[in-house]
């Protein structure tokens, strides 16, 4: 037992907290791992071509997976350090291609097999994202609005791929799966049309979510602006909101695409009572949407106490997004998904009834108070129960596999 536990326990219980119940809940957490740390968003669909759609990747940290055997080897070292368990995030472009290049518009179920095989057998849920960026298509800065039909074509076509190869993931893994829909259209400069971009969105997407799929979760997921799209995004937040109100799909809130002094956690309540639910994509804007390795910051400890305060776990996907290549790549996931994890046990150990029962002063008085209340053995008996090392002790795992297979790579 970590040490300290006992006691950290009843000191829990003086304040109405039954900290074998929060263990629980947590364990049933499942948090949607990214693929895309593992090698700075580049796929396997050709891995040459840069990274597009404004998104960008500093660093060169050694070790980048090169091949899908990699970066499996990579995600497993990760999770082997992460407790409890989890799902995966793909991205279109990281299909089991094989040696002739597939177009977006012809992949299937049949270039994700090995991947439901993979998370098959590790128990590991698995979600999915088309991908609208890093492709001669979406180079002028458009996809589904784009004034060219012959080109929205050819992105409608791939997303409703997108569609099905997930629900095929529902199908044949644990807890259904989540299909994400994030475009790069937009514009770095002032525009003269706005609303016919947004009109043409409007049709493509009519054109995609034609019906609901088996076990699928379709969600929208909005910007403010993204390098070379800083004066006009098409899909905005007032966009998807309405798009998504009206088709009953989840809205995706990346907590990098607002603006830096509006909390991510009070919309929580404030779109719950009219979506069928949120995805959140956890990560951290350091000053932008810099998409840094998550930590526990302030506003990533608000949103998963609002979370659990509003009784909404359940009705919340959980997903990660960042991508730094400065540091240890399987470092940078198992930082942000153990990071993540501690802060929603933290939000479960909240002493709510005692909180909710307080008045006046004593209401922020007890909430300080709490502030206090030693979660650190809490955590790491967590981690020695999920088999886990617990506390600081992993990163000696990392370094001993940087070494052995990392810094080998070449
Ligand atoms: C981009 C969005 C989007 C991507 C991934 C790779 O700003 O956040 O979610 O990060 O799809
Ligand atoms: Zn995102």
């Not at 799902?87 to 299909?95: K, M, S």
């Not at 979760?217 to 004066?231: M, N, P, Q, R, Y």
């Not at 990071?339 to 909710?356: C, Y």
Request: hydrophobic share 40%; glycine share 10%.
């Amino acid at each position: 037992m970590a040490q300290g536990f006992e006691f950290a326990k009843e000191r829990y219980a003086e304040w109405g907290v039954d900290v074998e119940a929060a263990l629980r809940r947590l364990e049933g957490v499942r948090v949607s791992m990214h693929c895309w740390q593992g090698d700075d968003v580049g796929g396997f669909e050709n891995p040459e071509a840069g990274l597009g759609g404004g998104l960008a990747v500093t660093g060169n940290a050694p070790g980048k997976a090169r091949t899908i055997d990699e970066l499996r080897a990579d995600l497993e070292t990760a999770f082997s350090l992460i407790p409890g368990r989890h799902r995966l995030n793909l991205h279109a472009i990281y299909g089991d291609f094989g040696p002739r290049p597939v177009p977006r518009d012809e992949i299937g179920p049949e270039h994700f097999r090995s991947w439901v095989e993979w998370c098959r057998e590790r128990g590991l849920g698995l979600d999915f994202n088309a991908t609208l960026f890093s492709h001669p298509l979406a180079q002028d800065g458009y996809t589904l609005s784009h004034p060219d039909p012959q080109v929205r074509k050819f992105w409608i076509g791939h997303v409703r791929r997108c569609r099905e190869i997930a629900s095929g993931f529902a199908r044949e893994l644990q807890g259904g799966s989540v299909h994400n829909l994030w475009i790069p259209d937009g514009a770095k400069d002032d525009t003269v049309e706005r609303l016919p971009f947004r009109e043409r969105l409007k049709e493509s997407l009519d054109a995609i979510y034609d019906g609901r799929l088996d076990g699928l979760t379709d969600a929208v997921e909005s910007k403010l602006f993204g390098i070379g799209s800083e004066a006009f995004v098409v899909g905005s937040h007032e966009f998807y909101l309405a798009y998504a109100m009206r088709k009953g799909l989840v809205l995706c809130l990346d907590m990098g695409h607002f603006h830096p002094t509006e909390s991510v956690a009070d919309k929580v309540s404030a779109l719950a009572p009219f979506l069928p639910g949120l995805l959140f994509h956890v990560s951290r804007g350091v000053r932008w949407d810099s998409d840094h390795v998550v930590t526990a910051t302030d506003e990533v400890r608000l949103l998963a106490r609002e979370i659990v305060r509003a009784g909404l776990l359940d009705r919340c996907h959980l997903a990660l997004d960042y991508f730094d290549a400065s540091i240890n790549r399987v470092g940078a996931w198992v930082i942000g998904m153990r990071s993540f994890l501690r802060t929603l046990l933290e939000a479960l150990l909240e002493p709510l009834d005692r909180l909710r029962q307080a008045e006046g002063f004593e209401r922020l008085a007890l909430q300080e108070e709490a502030k206090a209340l030693p979660i650190g053995p809490v955590w790491d008996e967590y981690c020695e129960r999920q088999g886990v090392p617990p506390g600081g002790r992993w990163t000696a795992k990392v370094r001993e596999y940087e070494a052995r297979v990392l810094l080998r790579r070449g």
